[in-house]
Structure formats: C-alpha cells, structure tokens
C-alpha cells in the first residue's frame, strides 16, 4: 500500500474551490502544515472567513494558528478595505498572544487590511520609533501606505529628516 496518494489533491481541490463548510472542517482535522495553509488561503481569497475564526477561536494548536495566519496573510497581502470578519477580534487577540512573532506580525497586518485603527496606531507608533530595526520600520511603513492610511502625508513628510527611512519615505 501507498502512504501517501499523489492524486489526493485531485479530491480535496473541488470540495475546498467550492464548498466553505466542509473546508473549515478539513481545516481544522488536517495535520499537513502546506494543506492547512493552502485551505485557508482558499477560504480568505473568497473572502469566507467564519471558518477560519472559528478554527482560530477553537483551537490551542500552536502550528495550526500559524498555517491559518500564513495563508490568510497570503491571500489578502496588498488588499486593502477588505470588511473585518464577524469574530476577528477574539481570532486576533488569540493570534497575538502567539509565542512566534511571524504570527504576531501577520495577526497585525491582518488587522490593518481589515481596517483595524489600533493596527495602524501601532505599525505607526513603529515607524516612527528609531530604536526598532531599519527594516521593521521599513516594512510598516509599506503597510501603511499599502493599506492607504489616511493622514500618512505628514508622517512621510517628517520620515524625511530620518537617515533610515528617508529613501523609503
């Protein structure tokens, strides 16, 4: 017998292309990292988020947070407007609290494509911070211009004066 079926992901395509409740479930019984990965990034370009909360909300799997994170990240980075999911707050707290800070950065910038003002107070708080690292700052303040933060203009005008930021800026 085969362990493993390399025509496997010719069935799970179609149920997770088009079906978002048996999606959540595999979601949350998957033990393959790049699976769950892949199903939460399915279900976020769809914009289908109840699931993924809810997997979020239920779940103290370290590893299975982070699978949802990445791939929700994947499939809404450069988006922007995009309407908070009904429980993304409690979702959000848990993913904050996450002991890997990739998962807490993309909790952060999950928020801000959600709209989130608290994400953006803090990606600026960052920005304008010299003593986190150039390229944390760098990388914020791409957030926020990507996210079209209003009231960014006199930011970028005062990152001006700023050696580490001033290319960017």
Same mark, same amino acid.
């Given at each position: 017998?085969?362990?493993?079926?390399?025509?496997?992901?010719? %069935?799970?395509?179609?149920?997770?292309?088009?079906?978002?409740?048996?999606?959540s479930a595999?979601?949350?019984?998957?033990?393959?990292?790049? *699976?769950? +990965?892949?199903? /939460?990034?399915?279900? =976020?370009?769809?914009?289908?988020?109840?699931?993924?909360?809810?997997?979020?909300?239920? @779940?103290?799997?370290?590893?299975? +947070?982070?699978?949802? =994170?990445?791939?929700?990240?994947?499939?809404?980075?450069?988006?922007?407007?995009?309407?908070?999911?009904?429980?993304?707050?409690?979702?959000?707290?848990?993913?904050?609290?996450?002991?890997?800070?990739?998962?807490?950065? @993309?909790?952060?910038?999950?928020s801000l494509?959600?709209?989130?003002?608290?994400?953006?107070?803090?990606? %600026?708080?960052? *920005?304008?911070?010299? @003593?986190?690292?150039? =390229?944390?700052?760098?990388?914020?303040?791409? /957030?926020?211009?990507? /996210?079209? *933060?209003?009231?960014?203009?006199?930011?970028?005008? @005062?990152l001006l004066?700023?050696?580490?930021?001033?290319? *960017? /800026?």
């Amino acid at each position: 017998t085969r362990l493993y079926d390399p025509s496997s992901h010719r %069935r799970i395509e179609p149920i997770i292309s088009t079906n978002d409740q048996a999606s959540s479930a595999l979601l949350a019984k998957a033990q393959i990292p790049l *699976v769950r +990965q892949f199903i /939460a990034q399915r279900l =976020a370009l769809r914009l289908s988020f109840d699931g993924l909360t809810r997997t979020l909300e239920a @779940s103290n799997d370290a590893g299975l +947070q982070r699978d949802v =994170a990445r791939g929700m990240f994947e499939a809404l980075n450069g988006r922007r407007a995009v309407p908070m999911p009904v429980n993304w707050a409690s979702a959000a707290a848990k993913l904050g609290r996450h002991a890997e800070p990739v998962v807490r950065e @993309s909790e952060l910038l999950l928020s801000l494509v959600f709209g989130d003002a608290d994400a953006a107070a803090q990606l %600026r708080l960052r *920005v304008s911070n010299p @003593s986190q690292s150039p =390229a944390s700052r760098q990388d914020a303040l791409q /957030a926020l211009v990507q /996210a079209k *933060v209003s009231g960014l203009v006199p930011l970028l005008q @005062s990152l001006l004066t700023d050696p580490a930021l001033r290319g *960017v /800026a």
